[in-house]
């Protein structure tokens, strides 16, 4: 029922007046974040204005920016809302709608991100390398505007992930920390991976070079992939190389991050 657009809101909301009466300590920032709101939509935007807003530029002109964005270009919002489910349906430890909302800084960032990439897009680079530097700061996390992310997304922790300038992601990728989407020198153009739906990139892997890593693909943890790789396979190792049989599910949705199958791993 939650995966509605319409419903997910009024589900998030029962959520949060449960936690209210389970903290009422926290009473007051539930109700400015989250109850005080009448869209899913505004209730980011008060949420990543307060974090990355300040005396330079104010969290009420964040707001203001990001609530712009969202009613210029209804795909922001219908893509934030996969993503939230995909925290929903794809990390153990996030068992309520309401959490990446207030508490992942993967959500945040990919959120600022998709604002940063309308602003781009829209000719207002300066807010956008701003939106960008600030993420950055803040999250450890490094999305360049220019990139192109879909929907359904899920990044894990977060931390120390990058993401270069012609990257793209296609729908529902997940992603854990550490990860970089990367060039291989000063080469300009075209020179970041492309990432197809359904794959899953584990911790720390390091994806250079304008390749492609093909739907459906798995990507080890700490692996180092310069070569493009085929849909439905396993990469692990430095430099990456193909393990195990062609996948039958969609790694990127299961979570599986063992190398031969869900075998043990090589």
């Not at 005080?36 to 707001?63: F, I, K, M, P, R």
């Not at 950055?136 to 899920?154: K, T």
Request: proline share 5%; with cysteine; aromatic share 6%.
């Amino acid at each position: 029922m939650a995966e509605n657009p319409d419903n997910l809101w009024q589900v998030l909301r029962s959520e949060i007046d449960e936690v209210t009466r389970q903290e009422p300590a926290l009473a007051s920032y539930f109700h400015a974040a989250v109850l005080s709101h009448d869209t899913l939509e505004s209730a980011l935007a008060y949420s990543l204005a307060q974090l990355l807003g300040s005396e330079v530029v104010s969290s009420l002109s964040l707001y203001q920016v990001i609530e712009h964005g969202f009613a210029a270009d209804a795909r922001i919002g219908e893509r934030m809302r996969r993503d939230l489910v995909a925290y929903y349906d794809r990390d153990p430890a996030c068992d309520r709608y309401y959490m990446p909302l207030l508490y992942f800084k993967g959500f945040h960032a990919l959120q600022a991100h998709r604002i940063a990439h309308w602003l781009w897009s829209d000719g207002r680079r300066p807010m956008a390398l701003f939106i960008q530097s600030k993420v950055s700061e803040i999250f450890g996390v490094d999305i360049h505007p220019a990139a192109q992310i879909g929907g359904g997304i899920m990044i894990d922790h977060a931390t120390g992930v990058v993401v270069g300038e012609t990257a793209v992601i296609e729908d529902n990728v997940s992603m854990l920390h550490s990860v970089t989407l990367g060039g291989t020198g000063r080469e300009t153009g075209d020179r970041h991976p492309k990432i197809r739906q359904g794959v899953l990139i584990a911790t720390g892997a390091k994806i250079l070079g304008n390749i492609e890593i093909g739907e459906g693909a798995k990507i080890g943890a700490g692996s180092l992939v310069i070569r493009t790789v085929p849909p439905h396979t396993t990469v692990a190792g430095v430099p990456g190389r193909v393990v195990g049989e062609l996948l039958k599910t969609v790694p990127a949705l299961d979570m599986d991050h063992r190398l031969n199958n869900g075998g043990e791993p090589r």
